[in-house]
Antibody
Framework: QVQLVESGGGVVQPGGSLRLSCAAS????????MHWVRQAPGKGLEWVAF????????SYADSVKGRFTISRDNSKNMLFLQMSSLRAEDTAVYYC?????????????WGQGTLVTVSS | EIVLTQSPDFQSVTPKEKVTITCRAS??????LHWYQQKPDQSPKLLIK???QSFSGVPSRFSGSGSGTDFTLIINSLEAEDAATYYC?????????FGQGTKLEIK
């Protein structure tokens, strides 16, 4: 079955950087688009970033554009999110999410999430 | 940006009741609308994709309908385990967006 395991969360000071990782297994990673979705404490879901199966397209929410970079290593079945210039409002649980297609459609499998706290 | 507005924000319901949650898009998104269930302290799970297609393993009491700007999630014969927050999500155009969520409480 599909497994998505995030890591790399933690406490970071405002202005700092952090790199999230997601190890994927149980499906053909090279055939599917991948997303990062976040959820601030007690709040709703916010889409953050998307990468196509072949890395030909990367897209970002306006709130993170220019600060976050999504990437993937198809040889290792890994998804990444490099976060820089972090702000208090970036505090959230970050989910690694598998798309149901090569491009972008439904989000059919979610990891357990990793908590990022931006605080001094 | 396409705004998705769900209603209601909160609903308290009794078991075996029929529940209807709506999601309205600020512009037409064809059928690129998906529904998720999130139980407390759990990750979201896909229920319905492309407005009306049930995702594998989802109980048959969950169904979806709609196209264009108006969509509906229906839960027939509600069970206690359906206590959760439900979100709609559009994949029609960037940036992808979610509705604000509908919290379902079981009386």
């Amino acid at each position: 079955q599909v497994q998505l395991v995030e890591s790399g969360g933690g406490v970071v000071q405002p202005g700092g950087s952090l790199r999230l990782s997601c190890a994927a297994s149980g499906f053909t990673f090279t055939s599917y688009g991948m997303h990062w979705v976040r959820q601030a404490p007690g709040k709703g879901l916010e889409w953050v970033a998307f990468i196509r199966y072949d890395e030909s397209t990367k897209s970002y929410a306006d709130s993170v554009k220019g600060r976050f970079t999504i990437s993937r290593d198809n040889s290792k079945n890994m998804l990444f999110l490099q976060m820089s210039s972090l702000r208090a409002e970036d505090t959230a649980v970050y989910y690694c999410v598998k798309d149901g297609s090569r491009s972008s459609g439904s989000l059919d499998s979610w990891g357990q999430g990793t908590l990022v706290t931006v605080s001094s | 940006e396409i705004v998705l507005t769900q209603s209601p924000d909160f609903q308290s319901v009794t078991p075996k009741e029929k529940v209807t949650i709506t999601c309205r898009a600020s512009q037409s998104i064809s059928s690129s609308l998906h529904w998720y269930q999130q139980k407390p302290d759990q990750s979201p799970k896909l229920l319905i994709k492309y407005a009306s297609q049930s995702f594998s393993g989802v109980p048959s009491r969950f169904s979806g309908s709609g196209s264009g700007t108006d969509f509906t999630l229906i839960i027939n014969s509600l069970e206690a385990e359906d206590a959760a927050t439900y979100y709609c999500h559009q994949s029609s155009s960037l940036p992808y967006t979610f509705g604000q969520g509908t919290k379902l409480e079981i009386k």
